[in-house]
């Protein structure tokens, strides 16, 4: 409101006191003109230059999400089958039932165990690290990109989410009880 004052009323009044022209008022004009020229173009050059990195980064940050969805969604599967292999190994190995193999039992329950847990734990890690991509991505994103964006990430975690689906032990790692 006060640039357009100050662009709209000194030709004005100018134009009824022409006397009041001079080279002084003249110079004066000229600079404040320039301020005004190079502070609204630093301005926009800002936003263009902002919005090109956003152009750029974008993509990346989006591929990087969706590499993060399916590694997390690898370990958890791979946690999941650890699990289930060691059950399994414990029926199909029935020496372990013998009383002589007791330490031997628990000693492999306990590795399945330890190990399943810690893949749950990187899934948890992997988690976090997607939450902070996609953080990063709604701070950067405008319009329809946002949009798009988030609905391809939608996507991407129903279906890797459907190929793991192996019952409720996928529900209870992953969270989606």
């Known amino acids: 409101m006060l640039v357009i004052a100050c662009v709209v009323f000194p030709p004005i009044y100018l134009a009824y006191n022409p006397t009041h022209f001079t080279p002084l008022v003249d110079t004066l004009f000229s600079i404040f003109l320039f301020i005004l020229a190079f502070w609204i173009g630093t301005t926009k050059d800002s936003a263009v230059a902002a919005q090109r990195a956003n152009d750029r980064w974008l993509p990346q940050a989006e591929s990087v999400v969706f590499r993060l969805m399916t590694l997390r969604a690898n370990v958890l599967r791979f946690a999941i089958l650890s699990k289930q292999n060691c059950s399994e190994a414990e029926c199909e190995l029935p020496e372990l039932k013998d009383d002589n193999m007791r330490a031997v039992r628990i000693k492999m329950k306990t590795d399945c165990e330890s190990s399943s847990q810690r893949l749950q734990d990187i899934g948890c890690q992997l988690e976090d690290a997607i ?12 319009g329809d990109e946002c949009q798009r964006i988030f609905e391809a990430l939608q996507q991407r975690q129903q279906r890797l989410y459907s190929e793991n689906i192996a019952g409720p032990e996928v529900d209870r790692m992953t969270g989606n009880d």
């Open 131 to 142: 939450e902070d991509w996609r953080r990063f991505i709604i701070a950067n994103c405008a």
